[in-house]
């Protein structure tokens, strides 16, 4: 089985993505950190050199490859699901997860990381809420189609792991 977390960068998805993966005894993999991999330089660098239009599409391309592997916790970056097909794709090759988490949650954890997030680098703190709500209320349209959501304050990976094999059983009946 594969799962794909997804969520408003900042949300946890990695953390929760290294626990679900060791509990459930699966690989974990990073979607940025694949690609940085892969072009051998930072998500900064690579929108500061190339674009976004460029990294949506080393985004996509690299989701095409991952269904095919199994027992994979697959962290995707915020902006992943919406772009191309890939909230799609994902849904047809596993399990989505939507990690929900409210705006002022989102800005107290992204306002101490903008010098790591190349969207966020130049925003002062009004600018950031506001961008973290406008894209909230854009891209939650396609957050919601997340087969699973789940409230990412306090979120217990042992209840998440349970959700996650309680839906599979559901859905091979």
Do not use: W
Request: proline share 2%; net charge neutral; charged share 25%.
């Amino acid at each position: 089985m594969t799962i794909f977390l997804i969520g408003f960068m900042g949300c946890g998805k990695t953390t929760v993505g290294k626990k679900l993966a060791k509990k459930l005894k699966y690989d974990f993999i990073d979607l940025d950190e694949e690609i940085e991999k892969k072009e051998q330089c930072t998500i900064s660098q690579i929108f500061e050199s190339r674009g976004e239009d460029y990294f949506r599409s080393l985004e996509h391309n690299l989701l095409l490859d991952l269904p095919n592997k199994s027992n994979v916790v697959i962290s995707c970056g915020g902006g992943a699901p919406c772009y191309f097909n890939n909230m799609e794709m994902m849904n047809n090759a596993g399990y989505t997860v939507y990690v929900t988490m409210p705006a002022e949650a989102l800005f107290s954890r992204l306002k101490q990381a903008k010098a790591t997030r190349p969207l966020l680098q130049n925003m002062n703190d009004e600018t950031l809420m506001k961008y973290i709500k406008d894209k909230l209320i854009e891209r939650e349209i396609t957050y919601r189609l997340a087969k699973i959501s789940v409230n990412g304050i306090n979120l217990n990976v042992d209840d998440l792991a349970a959700l996650i094999i309680q839906t599979n059983l559901k859905l091979v009946q």
